[in-house]
């Protein structure tokens, strides 16, 4: 890209090494995370709502107007009845892992389909956060890439960054992540329900800190603890 060609990059973020909570998911819909990219700063109606599957790392991302629960229950059908198998049949994730929006806790259509939905406390979904910031960061590099070359050109043309959100989620699903060893639409199609031969593979990878890990748990089932109520305390 034109930033890397003049050796600055202004979109890069600093990287924060740091233990992270856990999450471990054993087969391909087991579990969801779900949150709001809030773009409302730079338009009125500027929210997309991003789902990953955890295993494959597989995001999925469709438009909101506002964050009622009306709209979150209608975007969140049509990417529900979106999410097949090879046949064609419908199938709907066990567990959704979201923040406390009011609109994601109080939905109609997550009990419809019979989907469990938790939240751990004082955070929401982190990997899903971690992809939204990756989405954004690709979705702004392409909106520079545009403007630079309108410029060049000389033409007058407004582009948006609405223009670019599912370019960017194509891009994040088509590169190589760490965390699987694949790219997140390489792992979706090899852990399709008619190809299980990719599955021990795939868990190698989603879960292979559970074998490196040499820590020793701090509590024993059955100790007593106290859990704090309050963030800062």
């Given amino acids: 890209m034109e930033y890397d060609r003049i050796g600055v990059n202004p979109f890069k ?6 233990k992270r909570r856990k999450i471990v998911s054993h087969f391909r819909n087991d579990i969801w995370g779900i949150d709001l990219m809030d773009m409302s700063k730079e338009h009125p109606s500027g929210y997309v709502l991003i789902c990953i599957d955890y295993f494959t790392r597989y995001v999925r991302g469709a438009f909101m107007k506002h964050k009622s629960k009306l709209e979150f229950d209608n975007t969140m059908q049509m990417l529900l009845t979106n999410n097949l198998w090879s046949d064609d049949v419908v199938v709907f994730p066990k567990n959704i892992h979201s923040d406390l929006e009011k609109a994601f806790i109080y939905s109609d259509v997550l009990p419809q389909h019979e989907i469990n939905i938790y939240h751990t406390e004082f955070m929401g979904s982190p990997i899903c956060e971690r992809a939204i910031r990756s989405i954004k960061e690709i979705m702004f590099k392409l909106l520079y890439e545009e403007q630079l070359k309108i410029k060049k050109e000389g ?11 599912q370019d960017a989620i194509n891009i994040y699903n088509n590169r190589v992540h760490r965390s699987i060893g694949m790219t997140p639409q390489e792992a979706w199609d090899k852990s399709n329900v008619s190809n299980t031969d990719e599955t021990p593979i795939l868990l190698k990878h989603a879960n292979s800190y559970v074998e490196k890990s040499t820590e020793k748990p701090k509590f024993k089932v059955g100790d007593k603890v106290v859990i704090a109520n309050d963030k800062n305390k």
């Fill in 13 to 18: 973020n600093v990287v924060y090494n740091f």
């Fill in 155 to 165: 033409i007058y043309k407004n582009v948006y960054w609405t223009h670019f959100v």
